[in-house]
DNA sequence: CGCGCCTTTGATGTCGATCAACCTACGTGG
DNA sequence: CCACGTAGGTTGATCGACATCAAAGGCGCG
């Protein structure tokens, strides 16, 4: 369980990526989920790092705190994510992890991984869980960068929106997303005045509207349009020459 | 050659991490070098991404462009970097990438990484260098978030100058950067007229003086305290306890 | 020597930060 | 059931950091 609930192990293993041992080595990982509730710390920066976490329920960000007083997320996690990827490799953890709504998360340590890397499908798969974690964060460097307020948040929420669509938890082109504007406000490098202010922009022109956490995409293409998304990094899965690949690898 | 030089293959290597067989895995790739001219373009955004390159001599960088005519550099290359990790899992490139100066690279193709993913030490080096990637990302990323501009270059001179160094390619706290202002500009979000101005500024306060491409850090640790960096994610190869699991998996 | 690239310096404009007040929804306890 | 407190959100006024435009000063190279 958990693992295989992962947004790639799901995609490998629709891909046919996946052997049955391989399968049985996710299944065998016997997780054990545990309940958190809001704002419950996972880790806190330069924590020791021994283990992973794959969201089952709820929101999680990862964060920075910065010298003067404010931080900085690094990301936002969504049911299917694992946290802490960003930390395998390093002794201590670079950022710290919460909780922000209540959840369940499944904790799997590095251990377990290694014996996983065993199989070399399988570290395929973790190794582009890993990658695809750093195109968010590319994109996201990107519109920092040179980007306009209304740009940026336009494509933070097309972002969210994308995300959540491939688990299924967009209707009728609206969802929950349960942060507040200081959240986002963190995430962007703006001020939460300034986040205000772009909503209402974004509102006025047809493009976002919000009440609380509910948030509707009155037409997501627009928008995309706007960012110029390129959806591939967060829609595919594992390119179709992988899958031949690792079938063809014993 | 050319692979075990990789900044963290050396660092698994002298960490006992990697057995005979690990070893000659690696040197069974023949690699062979290319040379490359000035601004001589590895691939362009959207390209198929089939392999990785080592670099070996030069510098490089990935960039993608923007809307408005200007560019978002992501990353620059330094010899013993592995360049186009990021789109491993991905069927196109997300960036294109371009030689600065005249250098030597090794490609490797991904066929040629799923062979080493047979051995899990190798997929866990590999693994540690995209995590080590996503980690310098995730720092540019805090620094354009909130930072002042004087405090962005600062920590990004600081940056190169330790990655610089662990190659053993900084003396007398000097070093050689072939970067103008305007590639600075366009990795740190700025115009080019401001990187000039805090250059300026910099000077004054006596934390770096540059000459063309020659670069000097009077008092790096004065540079690293205002922006207090964090060199673990850096200077570290890979956790002590990480070399036991290795040698313990079979 | 003279052309181009890189850099520096000055003048002006603007986007977003900051400070501050107010407003709304919601939960708590009297 | 109402009074109140608190967290989140909106709106206005002022200010500053950096962008942009423009021109001029090195330095290397053909």
């Known amino acids: 369980m958990a693992l295989l609930d992962t947004v790639v192990m799901r995609g490998l293993s629709s891909q046919g990526a996946l052997s049955p041992e391989d399968k049985a080595l996710l299944l065998g990982l016997e997780l054990s989920p545990r309940q958190m509730s809001a704002s419950e710390v996972l880790w806190l920066e330069s924590a020791d790092a021994d283990l992973f976490c794959v969201v089952k329920e709820g929101w999680a960000y990862s964060y920075r705190n910065l010298k003067n007083g404010s931080k900085q997320i690094l990301k936002f996690y969504l049911p299917g994510d694992i946290i802490g990827i960003r930390d395998f490799g390093f002794t201590r953890r670079l950022a710290s992890a919460v909780m922000i709504n209540e959840g369940v998360i499944y904790p799997f340590s590095y251990q377990q991984l290694f014996e996983l890397f065993g199989r070399s499908n399988l570290a395929v798969g973790i190794m582009a869980t890993?990658?695809?974690?750093?195109?968010?964060?590319?994109?996201?460097?990107?519109?920092?960068?040179?980007?306009?307020?209304?740009?940026?948040?336009?494509?933070?929420?097309?972002?969210?929106?994308?995300?959540?669509?491939?688990?299924?938890?967009?209707?009728?082109?609206?969802?929950?997303?349960?942060?507040?504007?200081?959240?986002?406000?963190?995430?962007?490098?703006?001020?939460?005045?300034?986040?205000?202010?772009?909503?209402?922009?974004?509102?006025?022109?047809?493009?976002?509207?919000?009440?609380?956490?509910?948030?509707?995409?009155?037409?997501?293409?627009?928008?995309?349009?706007?960012?110029?998304?390129?959806?591939?990094?967060?829609?595919?899965?594992?390119?179709?020459?992988?899958?031949?690949?690792?079938?063809?690898?014993?």
């Open 130 to 250: 890993a990658i695809r974690q750093q195109a968010l964060l590319s994109e996201r460097l990107i519109y920092l960068g040179k980007y306009a307020a209304h740009e940026q948040l336009a494509h933070f929420l097309y972002e969210i929106y994308l995300r959540l669509k491939r688990i299924g938890a967009v209707e009728d082109n609206s969802f929950l997303m349960p942060l507040t504007q200081e959240l986002i406000s963190d995430a962007l490098g703006m001020s939460p005045v300034h986040v205000s202010r772009t909503f209402s922009m974004l509102r006025e022109e047809g493009l976002v509207i919000r009440d609380r956490q509910h948030v509707q995409l009155p037409d997501p293409e627009a928008l995309a349009r706007l960012v110029e998304f390129n959806d591939s990094y967060i829609d595919e899965f594992l390119p179709p020459t992988f899958s031949e690949l690792l079938r063809a690898t014993p």
